[in-house]
């Protein structure tokens, strides 16, 4: 077996910006990848058809993406999909390698096959206006195929993208010829790398990626809460799988909400703020958003035992303090949105020390509600 490795920055960059367009959501099939390497044909046929036998819904090209059904109707379909028995383990796509379409067309058996997997749930990301789902890959193939097929992956992806982006191409050669003008004046700076080179090459198509979007301001919407029933969450997470542990562990309850939205409008978060006692330790607090049988964390904090005051604000003036980014968008369809603390509390006084408290006491003693800010968008026909 090798790996398992990431996705090389090239084919990501491609397969997100480049094959998919700029505002598709894709599923990344391949974020994390390893190979199982066989060395006798007849015992690839042997393990390709064990996995067949065993998970016939997954043979062949019937997955179908949320580019294709919407990502509700997507998350939804996920949800209901079967799990491999005793594992958390999720497999949606069985199919061979798209590098074997030639062999394929002349009637001669695929050597190679890709099979595709979520760990639990499709974890969710999204920079500016692209939003991709994360999976996992595992490769079977003949050692001798795979081998062959990977001396010039990278260049061929780099290749691609050069030849769909004109412009880019433009701007990359003329960094070269201005590099080596450089370097036969004077030696090269140690950070002018390659790497850095396509660190700023890919930085400034993202940066147009947030500019990709029609839309009309509708105003804010504000949301005032002073705590709910006490009860832990109900949805996994698909950013936090941490929190989905903790939950199962009990240790993760709704401080506040759900809040209802309209899932016809799109949301962005223009502060977030909460107040609980100064004493409160060992737990963090964060903004999830309702997305299909999910939800997504939209920002968080850890609360540490040297707070000076009861107020912690998660995001301010649209600046997000868990991702430092000045944009924080709710998902599309999202119709609710909920406040939530997970960990195990605790709290220090002089004469007992350090003193444990549950999350149920933490609500119903030490919160003392919130306010939400949020800027609601109407998004335009092209």
């Not at 309209?262 to 006692?277: E, G, H, R």
Request: glycine share 8%; hydrophobic share 40%; aromatic share 8%.
């Amino acid at each position: 077996i090798q790996g398992p490795v990431l996705k090389p920055l090239q084919s990501l960059f491609n397969k997100m910006f480049i094959r998919r367009g700029q505002i598709s959501v894709s599923v990344i099939g391949d974020m994390t990848r390893a190979t199982l390497l066989v060395k006798d044909e007849e015992d690839l046929r042997g393990v390709v058809t064990k996995i067949e036998d065993a998970f016939p819904d997954i043979n062949g090209g019937k997955f179908q993406g949320p580019n294709k059904i919407g990502m509700v109707k997507f998350l939804e379909e996920v949800a209901e999909m079967k799990k491999v028995p005793g594992s958390e383990i999720i497999l949606y796509r069985f199919k061979p390698n798209s590098s074997q379409k030639e062999r394929m067309s002349t009637g001669d058996p695929p050597l190679y096959f890709n099979l595709n997997f979520f760990d639990g749930i499709p974890e969710y990301h999204r920079v500016g206006s692209t939003e991709m789902f994360v999976a996992f890959e595992l490769q079977i193939g003949l050692e001798a195929e795979v081998n062959g097929l990977r001396k010039n992956h990278l260049s061929y992806e780099e290749g691609r993208i050069l030849t769909s982006q004109p412009l880019l191409k433009t701007y990359k050669e003329s960094q070269e010829k201005s590099n080596e003008v450089d370097a036969s004046t004077a030696s090269a700076p140690s950070f002018l790398t390659e790497d850095h080179d396509d660190f700023k090459l890919i930085s400034s198509v993202l940066e147009g990626n947030f500019a990709n979007w029609k839309h009309r301001e509708l105003g804010k919407k504000v949301i005032a809460g002073d705590g709910t029933a006490s009860i832990a969450p109900e949805k996994l997470c698909l950013n936090n799988k941490r929190l989905n542990i903790w939950a199962n562990q009990d240790k993760a309850v709704v401080l506040d909400g759900p809040f209802k939205l309209d899932p016809s409008k799109m949301y962005s978060v223009d502060s977030v703020s909460l107040k609980i006692a100064m004493r409160i330790s060992g737990i963090s607090v964060g903004l999830f958003a309702f997305f299909g049988p999910y939800m997504v964390q939209i920002s968080a904090l850890l609360l540490g035992n040297r707070r000076k005051e009861e107020g912690i604000s998660l995001v301010k003036q649209g600046v997000n303090f868990l991702t430092m980014e000045g944009i924080s968008m709710l998902p599309s369809h999202c119709d609710r949105v909920i406040l939530v603390a997970w960990g195990e509390p605790f709290y220090w006084n002089n004469r007992n020390g350090r003193n444990k408290i549950t999350l149920t006491e933490l609500k119903e003693s030490d919160y003392h509600g919130m306010k939400l800010v949020l800027d609601q968008y109407e998004e335009l026909a092209e």
